[in-house]
Nanobody
Framework: QVQLVESGGGLVQAGGSLRLSCAAS????????LGWFRQAPGKEREFVAA????????YYADSVKGRFTISRDNAKNTIYLQMNSLKPEDTAVYYC??????????????????WGQGTQVTVSP
């Protein structure tokens, strides 16, 4: 099992940047594909980005491609989401998630078995 704790959310103006972190417990962190998802009020949770076990492969939602960067540090059991050029429509609760059921980055929410509690990101116009 793995436990995930997000941090780094906050309030930022449009065009600004934030970096989210997700710290994981457990000795087998490098065995998990990791992802970021987000959920805005009244909407379903949606995929943002995912990264392979080694960090060598990533996958992004079209809405964030070119603006967000996912990375991981297996030595620190931590993943990151660097968010640049933020827009008001990026406002949501952001969740990190982990799965051992695939070896490639996946946008499929149903594949992820472990979830953090979420961190709020608010982008003002």
């Amino acid at each position: 099992q793995v436990q995930l704790v997000e941090s780094g959310g906050g309030l930022v103006q449009a065009g600004g940047s934030l970096r989210l972190s997700c710290a994981a417990s457990g000795r087998t962190f490098s065995s998990y594909v990791l992802g970021w998802f987000r959920q805005a009020p009244g909407k379903e949770r949606e995929f943002v980005a995912a990264i392979s076990r080694s960090g060598g492969s990533t996958y992004y939602a079209d809405s964030v491609k070119g603006r967000f960067t996912i990375s991981r540090d297996n030595a620190k059991n931590t993943i990151y989401l660097q968010m640049n050029s933020l827009k008001p429509e990026d406002t949501a609760v952001y969740y990190c998630a982990a799965t051992a059921r695939t070896m490639i980055p996946s946008p499929s929410r149903n594949l992820y078995d472990y979830w953090g509690q979420g961190t709020q990101v608010t982008v003002s116009p």
